[in-house]
């Protein structure tokens, strides 16, 4: 299957058109694994999250002005016998880090997990660290995993003394397996009498042919389009839902892509689709340039021993120039492409801003037939 080529406007425009190409005047038919358009409701992974220290590294760790960071290495001191006042710790090779990580589904006790330790503090570095045992907490405040081992960087910070060199982010980073899930979070599919799909994109098609090709395979009404995101599944079999539902999510249904058009301002990324079509519409492209330039000059007056004497002052010459060039036109029939449209903004030399106010004013017409989101 071949894709439509990729568009570089100017430094910082990039125009994607990501779409099938139409074969001898028809769409190509797209087929995708349910597994790849739904989910089972209620089957998901979990944010969790803790407070933890990380220790052993070399004087990158935080300093007095984090004053947690030592309350926590005196509390931590304390619970194994050593009493110290926590305004008296003063060291750098500690770090207080925030712990995150997600519990998959259908994880038991034992089950490993990856995860990340970022610092809270002035820490500089998390090189060489060990995060000590950590509690992992769930949205309900139950502890559901703990945390610790080595801390592994995807960057470093070296230098001192304003001559440092610094590679991706050096005060993040994850201790890969080093999550243990400790609390039973698994869901007992056998306790189910019925089993909701829900489509990762709400759509009507979608969800009636899901249903259609899962009732083709068992041979019967088991599944039924509720509304354009959920289709439930009933009459299951109590043991051998796994085994059914490994069946029914591979089958193939036809996908049906929306006509969308994502537009970011802040980077001047724009992706649309072949599906996006324009009625027709004609687009107007000014541009009025302002340049104002200062240039100082110095004048020189007299010799101080003449008789008018006089100073030596700084005097600002300041021209402004204002050029207006023509309008530049686009028009553009009844069904246009997007590689019409392309072409024609091209041909202008729009930038990434020009792009953006023009689909925005192009779908303010209603000559945009599709989504236009901003991001």
Same mark, same amino acid.
């Given at each position: 299957?071949?894709?439509?080529?990729?568009?570089?406007?100017?430094?910082?425009?990039?125009?994607?058109?990501?779409?099938?190409?139409?074969?001898?005047?028809?769409?190509?038919?797209?087929?995708?694994?349910?597994?790849?358009?739904?989910?089972?409701?209620?089957?998901?992974?979990?944010?969790?999250?803790g407070y933890g220290m990380?220790?052993?590294?070399?004087?990158?760790?935080?300093?007095?002005?984090?004053?947690?960071?030592?309350?926590?290495?005196?509390?931590?001191?304390?619970?194994?016998?050593?009493?110290?006042?926590?305004? !008296? %710790?003063?060291?750098?090779?500690?770090?207080?880090?925030?712990?995150? #990580? +997600? @519990? $998959? *589904?259908?994880?038991?006790?034992?089950?490993?997990?990856?995860?990340?330790?970022?610092?809270?503090?002035?820490?500089?570095?998390?090189?060489?660290?060990?995060?000590?045992?950590?509690?992992?907490?769930?949205?309900?405040?139950?502890?559901?995993?703990?945390?610790?081992?080595?801390?592994?960087?995807?960057?470093?910070?070296?230098?001192?003394?304003?001559?440092?060199?610094?590679?991706?982010?050096?005060?993040?980073?994850?201790?890969?397996?080093?999550?243990?899930?400790?609390?039973?979070?698994?869901?007992?599919?056998?306790?189910?009498?019925?089993?909701?799909?829900?489509?990762?994109?709400?759509?009507?098609?979608?969800?009636?042919?899901?249903?259609?090709?899962?009732?083709?395979?068992?041979?019967? !009404? %088991?599944?039924?389009?509720?509304?354009?995101?959920?289709?439930?599944? #009933? +009459? @299951? $079999? *109590?043991a051998g839902v796994p085994?059914?539902?490994?069946?029914?999510?591979?089958?193939?249904?036809?996908?049906?892509?929306?006509?969308?058009?994502?537009?970011?301002?802040?980077?001047?990324?724009?992706?649309?689709?072949?599906?996006?079509?324009?009625?027709?519409?004609?687009?107007?492209?000014?541009?009025?340039?302002?340049?104002?330039?200062?240039?100082?000059?110095?004048?020189?007056?007299?010799?101080?021993?003449?008789k008018e004497g006089g100073?030596?002052?700084?005097?600002?010459?300041?021209?402004?120039?204002?050029?207006?060039?023509?309008?530049?036109?686009?028009?553009?029939?009844?069904?246009?492409?997007?590689?019409?449209?392309?072409?024609?903004?091209?041909?202008?030399?729009?930038?990434?801003?020009? %792009?953006?106010?023009?689909?925005?004013?192009?779908?303010?017409?209603?000559?945009?037939?599709?989504?236009?989101?901003?991001?």
């Open positions: 299957m071949k894709h439509a080529p990729q568009f570089v406007w100017g430094p910082v425009l990039l125009m994607v058109v990501l779409a099938s190409r139409v074969a001898f005047g028809q769409q190509t038919d797209h087929f995708v694994q349910i597994r790849d358009l739904a989910t089972i409701e209620g089957v998901r992974e979990n944010p969790l999250v990380v220790v052993g590294l070399a004087g990158t760790g935080d300093r007095r002005q984090t004053v947690f960071s030592t309350q926590t290495l005196g509390n931590i001191l304390l619970k194994m016998g050593v009493t110290i006042p926590a305004a !008296a %710790v003063s060291v750098k090779n500690v770090a207080a880090v925030f712990v995150t #990580s +997600s @519990l $998959p *589904p259908f994880s038991r006790p034992g089950t490993q997990i990856d995860v990340t330790v970022s610092s809270i503090g002035d820490a500089t570095s998390l090189e060489g660290g060990t995060l000590l045992l950590a509690p992992l907490y769930a949205a309900d405040g139950q502890v559901y995993a703990e945390a610790q081992g080595p801390v592994t960087l995807g960057g470093y910070s070296a230098g001192r003394s304003g001559n440092t060199k610094q590679v991706n982010h050096p005060t993040a980073g994850r201790v890969p397996n080093g999550g243990l899930v400790e609390r039973d979070a698994s869901l007992d599919l056998r306790k189910l009498s019925t089993i909701a799909l829900l489509a990762r994109e709400p759509d009507f098609r979608t969800t009636r042919d899901m249903a259609a090709a899962i009732n083709h395979e068992a041979g019967g !009404a %088991v599944a039924t389009a509720i509304d354009g995101r959920r289709v439930e599944l #009933s +009459s @299951l $079999p *109590p085994e059914l539902l490994a069946r029914l999510l591979s089958l193939r249904v036809e996908i049906h892509p929306h006509a969308k058009v994502v537009v970011s301002e802040r980077t001047g990324t724009i992706v649309m689709g072949r599906d996006v079509r324009l009625t027709a519409v004609s687009i107007l492209h000014g541009d009025l340039t302002v340049e104002i330039s200062t240039e100082y000059q110095v004048s020189q007056p007299n010799s101080f021993t003449s100073e030596t002052v700084v005097v600002p010459q300041t021209t402004v120039e204002a050029k207006e060039e023509k309008v530049k036109h686009i028009e553009l029939g009844e069904g246009a492409s997007v590689q019409q449209l392309v072409d024609g903004l091209q041909a202008i030399g729009a930038t990434a801003r020009d %792009v953006v106010a023009i689909l925005q004013a192009i779908k303010a017409a209603g000559a945009l037939q599709a989504d236009l989101e901003v991001i």
